[in-house]
């Protein structure tokens, strides 16, 4: 079965600093992954998506992401925190031609710091 | 014009209520979801429609009944509410079939009291 494991259920960075969000997978075949963030009483807007083409992936709001097979990891990095970061982050896992569900990790929550 | 829209927003009632919340999305996706998001943030998913047809249905109460009168649309029926489905449910919907991200709804925050 497939799952998601973010560590750290909160993460704390001053601004300018930069950004790790720690997301680790299982899964028994190829995976998508996704990340969305969600603001205060918002929905969940993607973040960026791995599908199998590149490893490293860009999505919006200058965050990246780095598909490590080998590790099972699809981190979420950010050079430079903005105070407009501080939001809930979700990594989010779904198997190629497999299961319709998203099934997402517990969430990490950002805090900025001025 | 938004993409996956919700009814209501905010929704409070008393135990032992009926209530149902509305979704719709105007992206001409096949296939919709319902997740639970609880108090500690953590997301579920609850059921899944492909082109009216369920085809995933969690360990949800049996009080709890989808239903897709078509593509575009996703209701949620909640029969006889206890304080324990207090929570945040989500709408979503996705293009084709285990391919590609979920867009989701604004949610509907139900309180049960």
């Known amino acids: 079965a497939q799952s998601v494991t973010q560590l750290g259920s909160h993460v704390s960075v001053s601004e300018g600093a930069l950004v790790l969000l720690r997301c680790n997978y299982s899964s028994s075949v190829p995976p998508y992954l996704f990340w969305y963030v969600q603001y205060p009483n918002q929905g969940l807007q993607l973040l960026l998506k791995?599908?199998?083409?590149?490893?490293l992936v860009k999505g919006i709001n200058g965050f990246e992401a780095e598909f490590k097979k080998s590790e099972t990891s699809f981190h979420l990095t950010k050079p430079s925190a903005h105070m407009s970061d501080a939001a809930e982050y979700f990594c989010?896992?779904?198997?190629?031609?497999?299961?319709?569900?998203?099934?997402f990790g517990k969430g990490t929550k950002l805090t900025v710091n001025p | 014009d938004t993409a996956v829209s919700q009814t209501p927003k905010y929704l409070v009632t008393q135990m032992g209520n009926d209530k149902s919340i509305k979704c719709e999305q105007n992206l001409g996706h096949d296939t919709m979801y319902w997740y639970k998001q609880d108090s500690k943030k953590f997301l579920k998913i609850m059921f899944s429609?492909?082109?009216?047809?369920?085809?995933i249905n969690e360990t949800v109460p049996n009080r709890f009944s989808p239903k897709s009168p078509d593509k575009a649309h996703l209701n949620l029926h909640i029969n006889s509410l206890e304080l324990g489905d207090s929570a945040v449910y989500f709408c979503a919907s996705s293009q084709a079939r285990g391919t590609t991200e979920a867009f989701f709804g604004q949610g509907t925050r139900l309180t049960v009291v």
């Open positions: 791995y599908t199998s083409a590149a490893t």
């Open positions: 989010a896992v779904r198997n190629q031609g497999g299961s319709e569900k998203l099934v």
């Open positions: 429609y492909n082109n009216k047809e369920l085809i």
